[in-house]
């Protein structure tokens, strides 16, 4: 349920859903991964990252969302470096390549932010940051639209 609340935009009401779950989970990693997913989208980076540390510790073999937005809490720390090696234990980055771009442009990567800008237009040609509609408080939602704007994203 919380996580379906965080893509209706009940972002709030959805982590307290998700905290209740990993309270009550605390050693169930793909509920740990989900709250931190979720704190993620309430903007409250530091914690996410605690949390997914935990989720990833508790599954070695972690599909690549967990990377994905572990990487995520990582760029909004600007820790860019970092989101970069953590993309790269992906085993299939094409998914995540719209945000593989943001996180090379602000690494002042701007021929690999290129290359994955183009990646994610070949398969979604009609995208435009006008028209981008994603549930993050508005800080955060800024920080990655600088992030897409430098890779070349309008």
């Given amino acids: 349920v919380g996580h379906a609340l965080v893509y209706a935009g009940a972002v709030d009401e959805a982590v307290e859903s998700l905290r209740s ?6 050693h169930n990693a793909d509920v740990l991964f989900q709250y931190g997913d979720g ?5 409250d ?12 510790s508790l599954n070695p073999l972690a599909p690549d969302l967990y990377y994905w937005v572990s990487a995520s809490a990582d760029y909004f720390l600007g820790h ?8 790269n234990s992906m085993k299939n980055r094409e998914p995540a390549a719209r945000f593989i771009a943001a ?6 990567n701007l021929d690999e932010a290129a290359r994955h800008r183009d990646i994610y237009l070949a398969a979604h040609p009609d995208f ?14 800024e920080h990655y639209f600088e ?4 890779a070349g994203f309008v």
């Fill in 80 to 87: 860019y470096a970092r989101a970069s090696e953590t993309v």
């Fill in 128 to 141: 435009r940051l006008a028209d981008y509609m994603f549930p993050f408080k508005p800080r955060e939602l």
């Fill in 45 to 56: 980076i530091p914690q996410a990252r605690r949390v997914l540390d935990k989720a990833l």
């Fill in 147 to 150: 992030g897409l704007r430098r």
């Fill in 103 to 108: 996180v090379e442009a602000m690494n002042g």
């Fill in 21 to 26: 779950a990993a309270q009550l989970g605390p």
């Fill in 39 to 43: 704190l993620v989208h309430q903007g």
